[in-house]
């Protein structure tokens, strides 16, 4: 027998179930048809398999509306009606849809039951589910005729926000666009990379892994327990929040950041991608790699101490000049810069990343460290600083009215300026300065005599007139 029925929808009590498949008032209306057949006292006595079915009917195409509107349909190869008028057997359904407030899905199924007294369908094992963000595979799934509700309580897999993913539960309201998804791993596009080099500023390939996630009825997102890594650069924290409505991104609890030139940790990063800028703030930890060990690997930063640069006098003193020739002409090295390892401390970061316009401003006591051969060391810190991607310069900044800005080695320069400002650029020694004061330590031969001046001791006092032969991290002078 071919039927075609269509139910309305009467107040939420009748509502349809989340696949659309069948309201409650079909149930109603299937016994008021049983109590109309004058054969029923003629059927012959079913067999086991079929000792529950009241009704059976074919090739069932099914509507339902809410007022004058359609939210839900289905077409059901053949359609079982228990004689306890609870529930209802669906055999092959295919064109199944809900239209909710905050979206639509489809889905496909080999069975499925629709509890009328409850108002769940549930597909007990192998579906396809699709909508505007999602084309999933799933092991079974149940949906709620209440409100549209559709949960996944098993592995899914396929296409999810324009990604691949494999979860192992996804909960989805058609009603807000909100969801819930278990512990995943999504791999696809994304502009995450904050790397100076232009073609990491594109889109590339991330692998994404959670414990778990969700996207609210406002659509914000949040990510828990968070790895992100497109092979150039791993990305981490304990929570990672997306506002889909301004793309901005929002990470904190600890987050850290690891690329093959720099590893990088802070309380909070705050990503806003319409504008191409980052804004680091807490405790901002950077290492800046040497080249023979610049390699995606997840390390450790090496704690900063001291944090107050006043104690480096005290605590560590001049290593004497001349002892090791070679160790001491590192010190005051371009080339060593790029030989070990510094690190970097301040207490916000704000970097603009486009193409174009690359620029960072660093705040709260910026301090710079970088241990070379032999014990040596040199160190330096400033009020503020200013990097210039464009231009290849960084300036470090004192406070207003003082001489903050200082730079100290291992063999006992101490030197402090309104400002200095060198080239970041590989092999370039440029630099300059406003205000410049402070002593050098160095051989006699070893010190530049600026035009128009006398050449000073070489043992220390007053080095005015004499320029800072390197900086803490690699910068150059004459």
Same mark, same amino acid.
Request: with cysteine; hydrophobic share 35%.
């Given at each position: 027998? %071919? @039927?075609?029925?269509?139910?309305? *929808?009467? !107040?939420?009590?009748?509502?349809? $179930?989340?696949?659309?498949?069948?309201?409650? &008032?079909?149930?109603?209306?299937?016994?008021?048809?049983?109590?109309?057949?004058?054969?029923?006292?003629?059927?012959?006595?079913?067999?086991?398999?079929?000792?529950?079915?009241?009704?059976?009917?074919?090739?069932?195409?099914?509507?339902?509306?809410?007022?004058?509107?359609?939210?839900?349909?289905?077409?059901?190869?053949?359609?079982?009606?228990?004689?306890?008028?609870?529930?209802?057997?669906?055999?092959?359904?295919?064109?199944?849809?809900?239209?909710?407030?905050?979206?639509?899905?489809?889905?496909?199924?080999?069975?499925?039951?629709?509890?009328?007294?409850?108002?769940?369908?549930?597909?007990?094992?192998?579906?396809?589910?699709?909508?505007?963000?999602?084309?999933?595979?799933? %092991? @079974?799934?149940?949906?709620?005729? *209440?409100? !549209?509700?559709?949960?996944?309580? $098993?592995?899914?897999?396929?296409?999810?926000? &324009?990604?691949?993913?494999?979860?192992?539960?996804?909960?989805?309201?058609?009603?807000?666009?909100?969801?819930?998804?278990?512990?995943?791993?999504?791999?696809?596009?994304?502009?995450?990379?904050?790397?100076?080099?232009?073609?990491?500023?594109?889109?590339?390939?991330?692998?994404?892994?959670?414990?778990?996630?969700?996207?609210?009825?406002?659509?914000?997102?949040?990510?828990?327990?968070?790895?992100?890594?497109?092979?150039?650069?791993?990305?981490?924290?304990?929570?990672?929040?997306?506002?889909?409505?301004?793309?901005?991104?929002?990470?904190?609890?600890?987050?850290?950041?690891?690329?093959?030139?720099?590893?990088?940790?802070?309380?909070?990063?705050?990503?806003?991608?319409?504008?191409?800028?980052?804004?680091?703030?807490?405790?901002?930890?950077?290492?800046?790699?040497?080249?023979?060990?610049?390699?995606?690997?997840?390390?450790?930063?090496?704690?900063?101490?001291?944090?107050?640069?006043?104690?480096?006098?005290?605590?560590?003193?001049?290593?004497?000049?001349?002892?090791?020739?070679?160790?001491?002409?590192?010190?005051r090295s371009t080339k060593s810069a790029r030989k070990y390892p510094v690190v970097v401390l301040a207490e916000r970061i704000e970097y603009w990343y486009a193409e174009g316009e690359r620029r960072a401003m660093i705040e709260g006591r910026p301090q710079a460290r970088q241990e070379l051969a032999a014990g040596r060391w040199r160190y330096g810190w400033c009020d503020r600083a200013f990097y210039d991607g464009e231009k290849e310069t960084l300036r470090l900044v004192s406070s207003p009215g003082k001489k903050d800005t200082r730079i100290k080695t291992s063999l006992?320069?101490?030197?402090?300026?309104?400002?200095?400002?060198?080239?970041?650029?590989?092999?370039?020694?440029?630099?300059?300065?406003?205000?410049?004061?402070?002593?050098?330590?160095?051989?006699?031969?070893?010190?530049?005599?600026?035009?128009?001046?006398?050449?000073?001791?070489?043992?220390?006092?007053?080095?005015?007139?004499?320029?800072?032969?390197?900086?803490?991290?690699?910068?150059?002078?004459?």
């Open positions: 027998m %071919a @039927a075609r029925a269509t139910f309305r *929808r009467i !107040g939420a009590a009748l509502a349809w $179930g989340a696949a659309g498949v069948l309201a409650a &008032g079909l149930a109603a209306w299937t016994r008021h048809l049983l109590s109309l057949d004058p054969f029923a006292r003629f059927r012959a006595t079913p067999g086991p398999a079929e000792a529950s079915v009241a009704i059976r009917m074919d090739d069932v195409e099914l509507a339902f509306f809410e007022g004058a509107e359609q939210v839900g349909g289905a077409k059901v190869e053949r359609l079982d009606i228990r004689r306890d008028r609870q529930a209802t057997d669906l055999f092959y359904v295919r064109d199944g849809f809900y239209q909710g407030r905050g979206g639509r899905y489809q889905f496909e199924a080999t069975r499925a039951s629709y509890n009328n007294v409850t108002g769940r369908l549930t597909v007990p094992s192998g579906a396809k589910i699709r909508g505007d963000e999602m084309d999933l595979v799933v %092991a @079974a799934f149940e949906a709620d005729a *209440r409100n !549209g509700r559709l949960h996944v309580p $098993g592995l899914v897999r396929g296409r999810l926000f &324009g990604g691949s993913v494999e979860a192992a539960s996804l909960t989805y309201s058609p009603e807000d666009g909100s969801f819930k998804v278990g512990p995943a791993t999504w791999v696809g596009l994304a502009a995450l990379s904050l790397s100076d080099e232009p073609k990491q500023q594109k889109k590339s390939k991330w692998t994404f892994k959670t414990s778990g996630a969700t996207r609210s009825a406002t659509g914000l997102e949040v990510w828990l327990d968070a790895e992100a890594t497109d092979g150039e650069v791993i990305v981490k924290a304990p929570r990672i929040e997306r506002d889909t409505k301004t793309d901005v991104i929002t990470a904190t609890g600890g987050v850290r950041y690891f690329s093959k030139k720099a590893n990088l940790t802070c309380e909070k990063a705050v990503v806003y991608r319409k504008e191409k800028r980052a804004v680091l703030t807490g405790k901002v930890q950077m290492i800046l790699k040497p080249e023979d060990r610049q390699e995606l690997k997840e390390e450790e930063i090496p704690p900063f101490q001291p944090e107050v640069p006043e104690e480096i006098a005290r605590n560590r003193p001049p290593a004497p000049p001349g002892e090791d020739k070679k160790a001491d002409d590192e010190v006992g320069d101490d030197l402090a300026a309104d400002w200095f400002e060198f080239s970041t650029k590989e092999n370039d020694d440029q630099w300059s300065a406003q205000g410049l004061q402070g002593d050098v330590y160095a051989e006699e031969d070893e010190v530049p005599t600026p035009p128009g001046q006398k050449r000073e001791g070489g043992s220390g006092g007053g080095a005015e007139a004499k320029p800072p032969l390197t900086g803490p991290i690699g910068s150059g002078g004459r």
